[in-house]
């Protein structure tokens, strides 16, 4: 996309892009859509947006920053979404200002009528073909990478929508799952690669959901059908569901991420439970780097079940030796250093009964500027830890993710300029021990990573980027070609 969020609120952790909820066949599509993006909250927190549409194809739209509750809570909003079918979309800024314009499911009025599409994920094309669809006279409203499948779609000769958004997802190249709403059908995509998530629910009356995740099934009553599967496009009408797959298929590489962090613990991910996954990376990092200790304690939320299983593989009690505040908002003022350096402590509070007197093992998911790490080692040794010894259930962090989730530049990733030691020596542990990358592969029920075909995106970890960098490379002339072919 643009360029990355500086949300100034933002803490030292990886930040999904967005989640996507579709719903066609009910009477209360939108506030179906509505409760799907409330489980998917944690997949981005800025703005979230749902585009309803009725049976005659008249579409409304709402749109808003902040979680879904301040958008969608109230009665008179969803009641002004009518229609049996409607999309949504949560939206952590991966990209460009979060400014209403950007906030989507994205409309436009074609020819053939209204449509809306939510994405989530990064094109890694899109200032090329942006720089070939401006030339061309395109105007863009917005500064996500997302209204290039718009304009894309705008000037495609071929005459279905189905065919049009064909034509646009065989010029883009990227990371993508998304959902899109016309008059005619609900239609769902994902990349060849597989990289972002995508599922399929049914409704007990009636009606089919599409969504990020299954914990967006489950609070809406969704029965999980299947996941869309990687390079396939799924048009959802009254007749049912239709499934094509324009592209050749490749040895999937979805995120490996999603089962560390990203992904709620609850949900069923790539068919796999996530909680049950994160227990065992915790199990297997505790026979890796085992070291004697009292307890083990979660930094919360995102490293609770790894501990859970890093204590259960050690033998060894597993304690809420840190308390989060889950009611402190993106919003708080911090006006000085002074009081901005005690962020960390709005979020988290050390639980002294627990850790005075203990060597501690402290659990999380990732470290990536350290920034985080450090306070968290600070505060625990405060509360009067004899011993903080940090583990990690992800392997360093040495590379920058272009795929849809919000990292930094590889020159602030921690892990990308200091060796473990150096970095256990940055954060203030006794010891630091990150899982192996082949550890992490058997906790996901392989043998270890397959260099030829690792079956996941792990290039945050490796460098290993399987979908081309275009947009780095800033090799302008083959999308436009590109463009010229398509349209004669």
Not at 104 to 121: K, R, S, T
Not at 161 to 183: F, M, P
Request: net charge negative; glycine share 10%.
């Amino acid at each position: 996309m643009d360029e990355p969020s500086t949300h100034p609120h933002a803490d030292d952790k990886f930040h999904e892009e967005c989640g996507v909820v579709g719903v066609w066949g009910s009477g209360d599509a939108a506030a179906l859509v509505a409760l799907g993006l409330h489980a998917l909250q944690h997949r981005g927190q800025e703005a979230a947006g749902i585009v309803s549409m009725e049976p005659t194809g008249v579409f409304h739209s709402h749109k808003g920053r902040g979680l879904v509750g301040d958008n969608f809570s109230n009665a008179a909003v969803i009641a002004s979404l009518p229609g049996r079918a409607a999309v949504g979309h949560n939206r952590y800024a991966t990209t460009g200002e979060t400014a209403l314009r950007n906030v989507q499911p994205l409309y436009a009025d074609f020819e053939f009528g209204g449509f809306a599409v939510a994405h989530n994920g990064n094109l890694t094309n899109a200032h090329t073909l942006k720089r070939a669809l401006v030339r061309r006279g395109c105007l863009f409203q917005s500064t996500t990478d997302s209204e290039v499948f718009v304009h894309l779609i705008a000037i495609s000769l071929y005459s279905t929508v189905t065919d049009r958004l064909l034509d646009a997802l065989k010029q883009v190249q990227g990371a993508y799952s998304l959902v899109a709403l016309h008059n005619g059908a609900l239609i769902g995509a994902r990349d060849p690669l597989g990289v972002r998530p995508l599922v399929i629910g049914r409704l007990p009356q009636g009606g089919t959901v599409l969504a990020s995740e299954t914990c967006a099934l489950d609070i809406v009553g969704a029965e999980f059908v299947r996941d869309v599967e990687p390079g396939e496009i799924v048009v959802i009408d009254d007749t049912g569901l239709k499934s094509l797959r324009p592209f050749a298929g490749q040895p999937s590489r979805f995120c490996i991420f999603e089962y560390i962090y990203f992904a709620r613990p609850d949900s069923i991910v790539e068919g796999t439970p996530v909680y049950d996954t994160r227990k065992r990376i915790g199990q297997e990092l505790a026979r890796e780097s085992a070291v004697a200790a009292d307890i083990v304690i979660p930094v919360p939320d995102s490293g609770v079940p790894a501990a859970m299983g890093y204590a259960q593989e050690a033998r060894l009690p597993f304690e809420l030796g840190i308390i989060r505040n889950h009611y402190v908002g993106r919003t708080f003022i911090e006006p000085t250093d002074q009081i901005r350096h005690l962020g960390v402590k709005l979020k988290h509070s050390a639980n002294r009964a627990v850790i005075e007197g203990k060597r501690v093992i402290l659990v999380d998911d990732s470290i990536v500027r350290g920034t985080t790490s450090r306070k968290i080692v600070e505060m625990v040794r405060a509360a009067g830890a004899t011993e903080v010894h940090m583990r990690i259930s992800s392997p360093p962090t040495t590379h920058s993710c272009f795929y849809g989730i919000d990292t930094p530049e590889r020159g602030k990733l921690l892990a990308a300029k200091h060796d473990v030691e150096e970095m256990a020596k940055i954060i203030g542990a006794d010891s630091l021990a990150f899982i192996s990358l082949d550890g992490l592969y058997r906790a996901l029920g392989h043998e270890g990573r397959n260099a030829v075909n690792p079956g996941y995106c792990d290039a945050c970890f490796t460098g290993d980027y399987a979908i081309p960098l275009v947009d780095q490379r800033d090799n302008a002339e083959r999308p436009v070609s590109l463009l010229q072919a398509a349209n004669g």
